[in-house]
């Protein structure tokens, strides 16, 4: 972990993919610079934006004049904000107003909002003309930190999240942090979870000064933009190592075996936000992990402490609601990951900051262990 950088320094973050690289610039007011930036990389392309309603009152007039500024005009998509809009009709709605628009093969979309935006509008930009190119404008902190970077796109079937989409990079993430300002605080904390994923997974160090630093992050000092660079480093290294998730990318799942579970048991509803079902997930495969001997318990209680800390869930019963049972969760599990003769594949550490990917754990193990969680 390097150390934090002075306030007001733009940081650069390159994504060192052969033939495909891209930086990822993190920074406090970068919207204002978006259309110079894109009118550098691409000039005289056309542009279109996707965004949600709800981004679109908050930031949408900042990024048009943006791009005015810099001479660019831009056709503009705008479709219900919320998870429901990772589906095949506003697929197909985006797709057809992108040809609409008269996006050619060298001009862009901009993908203006969170994850659901991303991920929508990166699927429609691979898709449309066979493949255009687009442009993260992350507006959460979880897509600043996450679902921004790495090129994994999609929209959701009736059978589960995300299982059809493309890995289609993008040409160039802008992170303006000062975007987080106006997010609610529940949102903003469950992005959170996110980056105190990548401390659990490989850095120790960043990790314990999360510990220390957490609520500044949340206050919008520089330790925010720290925070978000440090995380797009480490997901910018796994990513150039294995872009199709074949290896090590599966790391970044530490929490999402279980929070999926989770998530789905909560109807994918606001019960519960991706990243707070990440918190408690990530709790849980501490504890499973210190339950099968691997880590200690000390470690384990220092993650769920931490998370607690930062305003997360961090149990199964802080969910609202009724509590999905441990055959519940294990039918959702194996739904996710697909049971090979009763072996499961997890992502399990042995201490903070050392993960690694199980890939053969008994389910009858897990079963007992979220047993013990729920009664
Ligand atoms: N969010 C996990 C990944 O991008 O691989």
Known sequence: MTAPLRSGDPITVDVALAGR???????????????????????????AIVTDE??????????RESFAHAGIATGLVVVPAGEASKSYPVFERVCEDLIGARIERGDLVVALGGGVIGDLAGFAASAVRRGVDYVQVPTTL?????????????????????LVGAFHQPILVVADT?????L???????????????GLIGDSEFFAWLEENCSDIFAGAPA????????????????????????????????????HALEAAAGFSDRLYH????????????????????????D????????????????????????PTADRLLDLIAQDKKVKRGRLTFILARGIGQSFIAPDIDAADVRQFLTGQID
Do not use: W
Request: glycine letters at 12%; proline letters at 4%; hydrophobic letters at 45%.
């Open 21 to 47: 690289a891209y930086d990822i610039v993190i920074g406090r007011g970068l919207l204002s610079g978006l259309g110079q930036r894109v009118a550098a990389l691409r000039p005289g392309a056309r542009v």
């Open 54 to 63: 709800v981004v679109a009152k908050q930031h949408l007039p900042a990024a």
């Open 142 to 162: 979880l897509a600043q930190v996450d679902s921004s970077v790495g090129g994994k796109t999609g929209i959701n079937s009736r059978h589960g999240k995300n």
């Open 178 to 182: 000062a975007l987080l300002d106006t």
């Open 184 to 198: 609610p605080p529940r949102i903003l904390r469950a992005g959170y979870a996110e980056v105190a994923k990548y």
């Open 224 to 259: 925010r933009e720290h925070a978000i660079a440090v995380s797009c480093r480490m997901k910018a290294q796994v990513v150039a190592r294995d872009e199709r998730e074949t290896g090590d990318r599966a790391l970044l799942n530490l929490g999402h075996t279980f929070g």
């Open 275 to 298: 990243g707070e079902a990440v918190a408690i997930g990530m709790v849980l495969a501490f504890g499973f992990s210190a339950s099968l001997g691997l880590c200690t318990q000390a």
């Open 300 to 323: 384990a209680e220092r993650v769920a402490q931490h998370l607690a800390a930062a305003g997360l869930p961090t149990r199964i019963a802080d969910i609202q609601g009724e509590p």
